[in-house]
């Protein structure tokens, strides 16, 4: 009997520094102690959900967090012998992991690549200092360019980037500069989203005390239209509301979201979605 496919989340709460507009479910404790810990509590939950894999094959796994990358790649990959053990893995599979620039180097990609992994997300946001600084990120321009190419340089052929718009006092032309710098990075998916100022966060404080500002809801409405049209041009199709491809390189796993099929999260804060 043919299984139904299943995409697998996996929760990795561990940043080198919260930035000023997250409030994910995530810290910066890199304690070796408590990472181990965790992943060993992960494990533990992988087997609890093991009953699942008996109906199912996996087409897609997403390791996301936090900075999964901001801890050893020797947890990543007794992460995936665990997955690989206990659940049937298409030989097919989408599997990515989220990474932010100054946290990964060839080595630690080469590791992720055999480890059984082909698909990497970096959290970019912006290639311009002044925002990079202002939102709290812990790597500047130099660092997207050289991890970039590290990635490449280990063997990923299907690199992702994460990009933000609506940050304060940045510009039109601030989001079409991105854009063309992203374009000379060898990149076939683009995922860009527009700030949104969550509760208990930096920003929320900074908002309230007047220490930043924000474009108005028609401006912020007119940068995404903007943004789609420039994309367009360059090759990258939307596909949702926030993903922008080349064709054939749309993300399994963020698919999964939208047409309701069925996933499987692991790790703090993460939920499922099976049998509707």
């Known amino acids: 009997m043919k299984k139904n ?34 992943f060993r509590a992960l494990r533990e939950e992988i087997i609890l959900n093991s009953h699942v894999a008996k109906d199912y094959v996996v087409d897609s796994i997403f390791i996301g967090g936090g900075t999964p990358s901001a801890v050893g790649s020797h947890h990543i990959q007794e992460l995936l012998t665990d997955l690989n053990k206990w659940f049937e ?27 059984g992994l082909n698909r990497m997300s970096v959290g970019v946001q912006s290639l311009n200092e002044k925002h990079l600084k202002r939102i709290g990120r812990i790597h500047d321009t130099k660092d997207v360019v050289r991890t970039l190419s590290d990635i490449h340089q280990a063997g990923f052929l299907n690199v992702s980037v994460d990009l933000m718009f ?9 989001v079409m500069t991105d854009i063309d710098l992203i374009e000379r990075l060898n990149v076939n998916h683009i995922s860009y989203y527009s700030l949104k100022v969550e509760e208990n966060t930096p920003f929320h404080a900074m908002l309230k005390n007047n220490q930043i500002q924000l474009a ?23 596909y949702e509301i926030s993903n922008f491809a080349i064709p054939g390189y749309e ?3 963020n698919m999964k979201y939208w047409s309701r099929d069925a996933y499987l999260g692991l790790g703090l804060s993460a939920h499922s979605f099976i049998d509707q």
């Open 251 to 253: 993300s399994r796993h």
């Open 216 to 238: 108005t809801d028609e401006q912020e409405r007119a940068i995404y239209h903007e943004i789609i049209e420039k994309l367009d041009n360059i090759g990258f199709k939307q």
């Open 89 to 115: 893995i298409d030989g097919n599979c989408e599997s990515t992991i989220e990474v932010n620039p100054g946290t990964v180097d060839v080595q630690k990609a080469s590791t992720y690549i055999s480890s």
């Open 5 to 38: 496919k299943l995409g697998i989340y996996v929760h990795v709460p561990f940043c080198v520094r919260k930035c000023f507009y997250c409030d994910f479910c995530s810290g910066t404790d890199l304690n070796s102690d408590l990472v181990t810990d965790y």
């Open 166 to 174: 609506n940050l304060p006092e940045q510009s039109l032309e601030d």
